[in-house]
């Protein structure tokens, strides 16, 4: 508790900003915010900095940025001869102005700095690392949180988002300095406004990986009658989407009115995640006034890496979840790559998915002859290994990367998932079963057919005070002791029980070809609980996924209460 009381302390004699500085005064009496406030520096999660905007080390603030930046500045002075970064933000309160803020910070510490001069998806961030050959990159953005968060993405000079050691590194070299000292600035660097032409450039590397599922004259022909439904969820993804669909061939592409422009608000959908259901009512609402013509909804979140949908099926619009677009996706791409004239499968080729994202996938991936390996979540992980295969000689092998949490990517242009990307291919595989007089959902039900009916369920328990987080550390060191697996509620025998406490997971593979995963969220209080239930129907499986769940919370709320 002194070291919150000493650095709040420190923050209300220095010169803060004029709002930062009437917070600081306002929470004076109040211990617990003082202590949430400035509890801890915050720190890199799966996707760098990432919190709720406001005064304090544990927020995301000018302070906390430019300290951060100071660091990153210094680290890569002395990575690179002539250090370069890229910057972006998306459409969130305050995003600009960080970026241009932390813009002057790399170049006072000799960085040069090339920064977009509009709100840009991540995705765009990552291929302009690469196009323009630049030392790293950082994005503005709290990606699908709500309004009163902001973060801090850092990329390397591969487009990868920074991995953990690179994070550790870093992170040393932004403890060593001080945001409130100008010290002796190297100076010599520029900042720089990028305009469209990394847009364009970006654009083109979409469309070149285009996947038709037969000859491309008669999948336009079905394009053409596919009618679409977009929203951007006010964020960065408008003007990217919609022209990726046009060049794609799509004629009937609306966009919601009212979620369509740049508003860090979020003033129609409070939570502008394509993961929640609330995400859709908008779009829903515009279906409703055009007599449900739309084929899909599509949302991109604010800064456009995560893609959900919505089809329309003879019974209303059905929300797909982000493992359905994976496997659907993966059996797209197994499918037309393996067709007459298409791209070809051969030995070697793989496809990279988080442990939480769908077992199904490995399944499929046999069937083909397609390597399917695991990694720990972010997709971080997934560039890293798209790295490896290049280093190797093998780039080409790269098939396909899938994360449960709406995160996909087809082709390697870039290092990080991709919402536009994963439009195009959401509106080539809804357009073929169109041509069949079939939807999503009809050819999900074939895929379960094929490999076996498999529901998924996520759920978590949700914490508010930072500390709560000795809970969440609690709870898992009991999953490690082995406190499930002697558990008999659970009514299903564990068979094997993997823990990763590095990585903070823990795994247990069930009787019956069931998974229980549980890891805590990387930018969130958080500890998500992911079920995995097979089935020999769908009721079945959906009825094992929701006991299994139940079950699984009592356990962990047990735990909690043990300690507290």
């Given at each position: 508790m002194e070291r919150c009381f000493i650095?709040?302390?420190?923050?209300?004699?220095?010169?803060?900003?004029?709002?930062?500085?009437?917070?600081?005064?306002?929470?004076?009496?109040?211990?617990?915010?003082?202590?949430?406030?400035?509890?801890?520096?915050?720190?890199?999660?799966?996707?760098?900095?990432?919190?709720?905007?406001?005064?304090?080390?544990?927020?995301?603030?000018?302070?906390?940025?430019?300290?951060?930046?100071?660091?990153?500045?210094?680290?890569?002075?002395?990575?690179?001869?002539?250090?370069?970064?890229?910057?972006?933000?998306?459409?969130?309160?305050?995003s600009k102005e960080y970026a241009a803020s932390v813009a002057e910070v790399f170049a006072d510490n000799g960085v040069d700095a090339f920064l977009f001069d509009k709100a840009t998806p991540v995705p765009v961030v990552s291929f302009a690392v690469r196009h323009l050959g630049l030392s790293a990159g950082i994005v503005i953005t709290a990606s699908h949180n709500t309004k009163e968060?902001?973060?801090?993405?850092?990329?390397?000079?591969?487009?990868?988002q920074i991995d953990n050691a690179k994070a550790r590194l870093i992170e040393e070299y932004i403890r060593a300095e001080d945001p409130f000292c100008g010290g002796n600035k190297p100076g010599g660097g520029r900042v720089y406004t990028l305009g469209d032409e990394v847009k364009t450039e970006y654009l083109k590397a979409v469309q070149d990986n285009i996947l038709f599922w037969d000859r491309p004259e008669s999948c336009r022909e079905s394009l053409r009658k596919l009618k679409v439904c977009y929203t951007p969820l006010n964020g960065s993804g408008l003007g990217y989407v919609t022209q990726a669909l046009e060049t794609l061939g799509v004629e009937t592409l609306d966009v919601v009115e009212s979620q369509k422009e740049p508003d860090g608000n979020f003033p129609t959908c409070p939570s502008p995640n394509p993961e929640n259901s609330g995400a859709?009512?908008?779009?829903?609402?515009?279906?409703?006034?055009?007599?449900?013509?739309?084929?899909?909804?599509?949302?991109?979140?604010?800064?456009?890496?995560?893609?959900?949908?919505?089809?329309?099926?003879?019974?209303?619009?059905?929300?797909?979840?982000?493992?359905?677009?994976?496997?659907?996706?993966?059996?797209?791409?197994?499918?037309?790559?393996?067709?007459?004239?298409?791209?070809?499968?051969r030995r070697g080729m793989t496809a990279f998915k988080s442990f939480v994202s769908s077992p199904l996938i490995e399944e499929m991936g046999e069937a083909y002859g397609v390597d399917v390996k695991n990694v720990f979540t972010g997709f971080k992980n997934i560039a890293l290994e798209m790295?490896?295969?290049?280093?190797?000689?093998?780039?080409?092998?790269?098939?396909?990367?899938?994360?449960?949490?709406?995160?996909?990517?087809?082709?390697?242009?870039?290092?990080?998932?991709?919402?536009?990307?994963?439009?195009?291919?959401?509106?080539?595989?809804?357009?073929?079963?169109?041509?069949?007089?079939?939807?999503?959902?009809?050819?999900?039900?074939?895929?379960?057919?094929?490999?076996?009916?498999?529901?998924?369920?996520?759920?978590?328990?949700?914490?508010?005070?930072?500390?709560?987080?000795?809970?969440?550390?609690?709870?898992?060191?009991?999953l490690f002791e082995g406190r499930l697996k002697d558990c008999p509620a659970l009514g299903i025998q564990i068979k094997k029980e993997f823990c990763y406490r590095q990585q903070g997971m823990y795994c247990a593979d069930l009787e019956g070809g069931h998974r229980i995963i549980v890891r805590p969220s990387g930018?969130?209080?958080?500890?998500?609980?992911y079920i995995f239930a097979k089935g020999e129907t769908r009721d079945r499986a959906i009825d094992t996924a929701a006991d299994l769940c139940g079950q699984v919370r009592k356990v962990l709320e047990k735990e909690e209460r043990t300690n507290e």
């Open positions: 650095e709040y302390t420190r923050w209300r004699e220095e010169n803060l900003p004029e709002d930062l500085a009437a917070e600081i005064t306002a929470i004076a009496e109040d211990e617990d915010e003082i202590y949430d406030r400035f509890c801890r520096d915050i720190s890199f999660g799966t996707s760098g900095l990432r919190g709720k905007m406001g005064a304090g080390t544990n927020r995301i603030n000018s302070v906390v940025l430019r300290k951060a930046s100071m660091g990153v500045a210094r680290y890569l002075m002395e990575q690179y001869e002539n250090p370069g970064l890229v910057i972006g933000f998306d459409t969130r309160t305050n968060y902001n973060g801090y993405k850092v990329y390397d000079h591969f487009g990868n859709f009512t908008e779009a829903l609402r515009l279906c409703d006034d055009r007599q449900n013509i739309y084929d899909v909804i599509i949302a991109t979140d604010p800064d456009s890496d995560r893609m959900g949908a919505m089809v329309r099926t003879g019974e209303g619009y059905a929300r797909l979840s982000g493992n359905q677009v994976g496997e659907l996706m993966f059996d797209y791409i197994l499918r037309s790559c393996s067709r007459s004239g298409g791209r070809g499968l790295e490896r295969l290049k280093a190797a000689g093998r780039n080409d092998d790269f098939l396909f990367g899938f994360e449960e949490s709406l995160g996909y990517l087809y082709g390697d242009y870039t290092r990080d998932k991709d919402g536009i990307m994963a439009c195009q291919l959401l509106c080539l595989m809804a357009a073929e079963q169109k041509a069949q007089g079939k939807n999503l959902t009809d050819r999900l039900e074939q895929i379960y057919e094929l490999y076996g009916h498999i529901e998924s369920i996520t759920t978590a328990l949700v914490y508010k005070q930072e500390k709560d987080r000795a809970k969440m550390t609690g709870i898992l060191e009991s930018t969130e209080l958080k500890l998500k609980i």
